[in-house]
């Protein structure tokens, strides 16, 4: 055993064993003694660029995004390269190991395994190899995504782009809402020329697809840039949330398979889901190999307009307006939004036994799980949003939250000038009240809301005090300029 002690470019202690390396892609990665870090070399000497990119990447940027108000929620969503060292002519990084969630368990059949996002993206590894206690539910999943599209939009905040944004370079963990994007150090910084990824095949945007057989130089090629991350970003949401690939159909463009797939996944890229042409919709073996894939790889009963009106607004915005013009895609900002609203859609399955566990609301008179098919039963409460701009006039704001029994309200329901993201106080992260399903009635609990009033009896609801919601009962949930008005609707199930 070779335990280096040496030290990185700005003069701090750096340890590590040398032998019996991890490779990836482009590094050999060794541990620290207490495993606390890793050191990963490169195997190619770098030039004059790259090192310039690396020093941004510990040095300032890196600064910015942690040692600034909510830098401690960032070291959750980022492995962050914390410094360089020079060893035996190689250049290498300082990474923060990845946290213990990010493994399979012990007692499974991936046991050890880093929880790469192939695994949970793909239908068949989901179904074959997942084991049941990693798999997650609905509620994870979309917290994921959140997570994710909450990075991206981090990092195009300062400036910067992922050159390879994919399943590869984001470790999942769905049965506890973690995620984390690694491979920092690939990231296009501003002013210097891209690092040499060509990206991993599924996640590449079509116009990059189409310019790869020029020249890196060539002022015709497509580089990774945010255009390039905001369609690997919505190809991540929709793989994570469906376990299908959205373009990946049954159309044939050529009989060459490389020419196929370029074509497939570059200029005639096609959207599987397209209202109009329907020319790439998936082609089911019904006694092959997709049976395995059931019911992910099947639009027809999990269509994309499964998880609500907002995300199915972005889902068309990225693979049909966007698909092949970049500039019109969803930003991450956008998805973030829309995931956080799409989380106030879900309901518990009623039949314990359901893979999924939760559903999105879908406005219907008869809501059931798409999953496994439970209907729900009784009285399902929803709440719509509505807001003032004027301070007179409220208007819908286009946000809804469902009922069920131990469901939260929090300040951002209350005031629209709050969002849930990495800014909030602790204070703002409590609840201020919550539902239950008592004696045949539906009620809110007031916990912490002073302006708490019930609109349509024009009485308050103090601290402490619960009210029915009814068909038709509107709630002024806060006083302030930007407090919102709840109307209520009764659905039955």
């Not at 108000?69 to 492995?79: A, N, P, Q, V």
């Not at 992910?296 to 999990?302: F, H, I, K, T």
Request: aromatic share 10%; with cysteine; proline share 8%.
């Amino acid at each position: 055993m070779s335990h280096i002690k040496t030290n990185a470019k700005d003069g701090s202690p750096v340890e590590f064993i040398y032998q019996d390396p991890m490779q990836g892609g482009m590094k050999d990665v060794y541990f620290s003694p207490d495993k606390s870090y890793v050191v990963a070399f490169f195997r190619k000497k770098l030039d004059a660029r790259g090192v310039e990119r690396l020093e941004k990447l510990v040095g300032p940027y890196r600064q910015g995004i942690f040692e600034q108000t909510g830098g401690e929620y960032w070291k959750k969503l980022f492995c962050w390269p914390q410094k360089i060292v020079e060893y035996q002519g190689k250049t290498g990084l300082v990474v923060p190991a990845y946290q213990p969630h990010f493994f399979f368990g012990k007692n499974t059949a991936l046991a050890g395994a880093e929880k790469e996002g192939k695994w949970f993206a793909s239908a068949k590894n989901f179904n074959r190899f997942v084991p049941p206690t990693e798999k997650g539910d609905l509620v994870g999943y979309l917290r994921i995504c959140l997570q994710i599209a909450r990075a991206v939009r981090r990092l195009h905040a300062a400036g910067l782009a992922h050159s390879d944004l994919s399943y590869k370079n984001c470790l999942v963990d769905p049965a506890g809402g973690n995620a984390c994007i690694i491979d920092i150090d690939g990231l296009v910084v501003p002013g210097i020329f891209p690092p040499d990824v060509v990206g991993t095949p599924d996640f590449i945007a079509p116009e990059v697809n189409q310019t790869l057989s020029l020249k890196r130089d060539d002022p015709h090629r497509k580089l990774p840039s945010r255009d390039t991350d905001l369609h690997a970003l919505a190809v991540l949401i929709y793989m994570y949330l469906f376990h299908r690939h959205p373009l990946r159909g049954g159309k044939t463009h050529d009989p060459d398979p490389q020419e196929d797939e370029r074509l497939t996944m570059g200029e005639k890229a096609l959207f599987i889901e397209h209202p109009t042409d329907q020319t790439n919709r998936v082609k089911l073996d019904k006694n092959g190999s997709d049976q395995v894939c059931l019911p992910w790889v099947d639009p027809e009963r999990l269509p994309y307009a499964l998880f609500g009106p907002t995300l199915k607004a972005l889902f068309e915005k990225a693979f049909i307006d966007g698909l092949h013009q970049p500039r019109l895609r969803p930003s991450a900002d956008d998805w973030e939004d829309a995931l956080v609203k799409t989380m106030d859609l879900i309901q518990p399955c009623p039949n314990a036994a359901c893979g999924k566990k939760w559903f999105i609301f879908a406005n219907t008179t008869k809501p059931k799980c798409p999953y496994c098919g439970a209907a729900y039963r009784g009285v399902l409460p929803v709440l719509d949003f509505y807001s003032s701009r004027n301070g007179t006039d409220f208007k819908p704001d286009n946000h809804r939250l469902m009922v069920f029994s131990g469901q939260s309200l929090y300040q951002w329901h209350a005031d629209r000038a709050i969002f849930p993201n990495e800014k909030l106080t602790a204070a703002q992260t409590k609840r201020v009240g919550y539902f239950s399903f008592y004696q045949d009635k539906w009620l809110l609990v007031n916990e912490t809301l002073t302006g708490l009033k019930n609109l349509t009896a024009g009485a308050p609801i103090p601290v402490g005090k619960s009210v029915d919601l009814t068909e038709g009962l509107q709630l002024l949930l806060s006083p302030a300029a930007t407090g919102r008005i709840v109307n209520v609707k009764i659905v039955k199930g």
